[in-house]
Each structure stands twice: as C-alpha cells, then as structure tokens.
C-alpha cells in the first residue's frame, strides 16, 4: 500500500512523542545531577575549612563529604546506565554525549584531590579551583539538555533551572570562599573582590531565573528573600569589609559555614521544585501529545478511502480532509517554532558568554565571575552586546590559533 499525506502526518505527532519522551529522560538526569551538584560543593567548603585551618577543623567531616558524593554519583551511574550509547534514539547524541564524557572524567579526579586534601598537600585556592572545575562540567550538561529541547515550554522550564543552579553554584563559592577567609581570619583585597564578583553573579544568574521560572517557583524564591538571615548579611559585610572579629578556633568560620549552609538548602528547595514542574511538564506535554495523536487517528479513520479505480484521482471532498489535517499540524508546529526560535536565539547567546568565559578562564587562570567581568567591561567600553564580544573573541582565538600554527 502506497504511503499517504496522512501516513506522513501520523509519523509527525509520533516522532514528537519520542523526542519528549527523551527529553523526560533528560529531566531525571538534570535532577539526580543537581543533587551530585549539591554535595559537591558541601564537600568543596568542607575541603576549604579543613585546609584554612590547617587540619584542625573538619576532618572528621571530610569522608562524610566524600561519601555522600560517592552515593550521588551511583545515582546518576544507574541513569547513564540506561542509555542508548548507539544514539539512534536520541537528537544531537554526539553534543550530549561528550558533556557526560566530561562530566565523568572530573569525577574521576576527584579520589587523588581528596588524598591530597586530606594530607594537606594542595591549599586552598588550587583545590577550590578543582572543585569547581568538576562542578562547572556537571552545569554545562544541564545546559546542554536546555539546549537541545525541541519543546518551548520544556525549554524555559530547564533555562530557569539552569539558571538558577548556576546562581546557587556562584552562592556555594561564595560559602567557600568566606569560610577559606574566616578560617585564616584574614580577607585580603584579592579575596574582597571575589566576594563582590560573586554577589553581582548571583544578582545576574537569578534575574534570569525569574524571567524563565513558573509562578510557583518564583513564590517560593520570593518567600526565601523575604526570610533571609540578617546574620548572614551581617557576616557577608564583615567579609567584604576585611573587618574580622577575633574569635577562637574558627568559630566565626563555623558559624558562617552553618549560616550559608542553611541559605543554600533552602535554595535547594527551589531547585527541588524546579526539578518537580520540569518532569510535570515533560509528562503533561507528553500526554498532550498522545491525545493528539489519538485524535488525529481518529479523524483519519473517519476519512473514506478512496475507490480502488479512483487510486489516481482524489475527491474533492476528500481532499479537503487531508489538506486540513495537513494544514493544522503545520499551523502547531509553526506556533511551536516561533516560541522555540526566541528560546534558541538566548541560549545561543549564554552559549556564546559561556565559551568565552571559559577561554578566558583557561588561557588567563580567571574565575568565572572575573572573566564574566572582563566580558562585560568589553562590552560596556565598545557598546556592544555581552555575545557580539564573546563572538568577537572567539574568532580572534581562531585567528591566533592559525597564526601559531
């Protein structure tokens, strides 16, 4: 039997019911990452209160730390396990494909780091540094999931969380770092400015949370500013100031860990739900889309057949039921790309910030909010927007690149 207009529309509204159900897929990996996310910076501020204070505060929590990473990363061992490693089944499988590969290879750094931490042989900042560089990786498959999404509504939804993970993580290096500080009782003007750099990244990763994030989830981000800790206000100023209370054994630093801490879970709160509206979506566009195809089904098998002597020449009548079937999964698919096109045009562009930040951050040893300053400052003195300099600086290192050759 020779396929069919209508054969076609049927293979439309099921492919898009696979590539959803691959993006639910995604949803569960985003969220077991987010959790790995999570401990690995507790086990970062733990590593940096250790070190500061030389080994007297927190080795008793060091293999805490490091074992409920351990258990995090069995959780997201079990999800890759059941991939589809040929790819067939899945839309831009290679992209996606070496982010886990990175991903799993800084967890592979992570036994020899936690050695030397334990025997004091790296300081602070070169393990932070290590620390971090593991998180970023695990942020930049998030990232890659919100990138590939073919789906509008499924697309916002993991641009909020992205970046939202990606305020708590500026948020978690912020606790680091003050508790490095309070630790050695002492912040230098290097350490203020990371202070300070890391406050206006989380001002900017937020706002872009806000204006991708659902109603709930704004509610509860708004209901946690609203009930912020003014000890911590108080023990961030004492920190950006370089005003440091003489205590005795790293209380100040303690109680700043347990302070921040408490911010950050109750931030966790968010990205938990975050995570919950993210499946909800996938699931309900999923749904969506089976019913369709059902009704789709069901209008075709209302549609008579044509006679067999007839096979080359189509009734009017039936002609019009086709094209109008036709023409109203085109009209869906038009709307969907319309909203999808201005969700691609800005995670091309943060695509486009974020590789350029990482090439200042690995040819100039910057940290992510400095080389983000640097980007910003470029911008501002040329009066260009943020991507148009990252564009610009990547084809200089292009060119460069070629002339070293």
Not at 13 to 27: A, H, T
Not at 92 to 119: D, E, G, K, Y
Not at 350 to 366: I, N, S, T, Y
Not at 376 to 395: I, T
Request: charged share 25%; net charge negative.
């Amino acid at each position: 039997m020779p396929l069919s207009a209508l054969s076609f529309v049927l293979a439309s509204k099921k492919s898009e019911i696979i590539c959803l159900q691959q993006l639910l897929e995604m949803g569960r990996l985003v969220g077991v990452v987010s959790q790995l996310i999570h401990v690995l910076q507790r086990e970062r501020g733990t590593a940096n209160i250790f070190l500061c204070s030389h080994g007297e505060l927190w080795a008793d929590k060091l293999s805490e730390s490091a074992l409920q990473v351990q258990l995090a990363e069995h959780a997201v061992d079990d999800l890759l396990q059941a991939l589809d490693l040929s790819g067939q089944s899945m839309s831009n499988a290679p992209r996606l494909f070496s982010r886990i590969a990175a991903v799993l290879h800084s967890l592979s750094t992570l036994p020899l780091l936690r050695r030397q931490v334990q025997a004091q042989e790296v300081d602070q900042p070169e393990a932070m540094r290590q620390y971090s560089d593991v998180i970023r990786t695990h942020l930049a498959l998030v990232f890659e999931a919100a990138d590939i999404s073919g789906d509008p509504t499924i697309s916002r939804a993991l641009l909020a969380m992205f970046s939202f993970m990606q305020g708590k993580e500026l948020v978690g290096q912020e606790r680091a770092l003050g508790a490095a500080g309070f630790a050695a009782r002492h912040f230098d003007e290097v350490l203020q400015q990371q202070l300070l750099d890391l406050i206006e990244g989380q001002e900017r990763c937020f706002l872009t949370f806000s204006e991708f994030a659902d109603a709930r989830c704004l509610a509860l981000w708004q209901r946690l500013l609203d009930a912020d800790s003014s000890e911590f206000e108080r023990l961030r100023r004492i920190a950006c100031t370089r005003t440091i209370p003489a205590d005795n054994g790293g209380e100040t630093a303690l109680r700043w860990f347990e302070v921040t801490t408490a911010r950050i879970n109750d931030m966790k709160r968010v990205e938990d739900l975050l995570e919950d509206v993210l499946m909800a979506c996938c699931r309900q566009r999923i749904s969506d889309a089976q019913a369709s195809l059902a009704v789709q089904q069901q209008d075709i098998g209302q549609i008579p057949s044509p006679e067999p002597h007839y096979s080359a020449l189509i009734p009017p009548q039936l002609s019009r039921a086709v094209l109008e079937l036709v023409e109203k999964q085109s009209r869906q698919l038009q709307a969907q790309d319309a909203e999808l096109a201005e969700l691609r045009a800005t995670l091309a562009e943060r695509k486009l910030v974020e590789r350029a930040k990482g090439l200042l951050m690995q040819h100039h040893g910057m940290t992510e909010p400095q080389a983000h300053k640097i980007l910003r400052d470029m911008a501002m003195n040329q009066n260009r927007k943020l991507s148009d300099v990252a564009e610009a600086m990547f084809a200089m290192s292009a060119i460069l690149s070629k002339k070293g050759d």
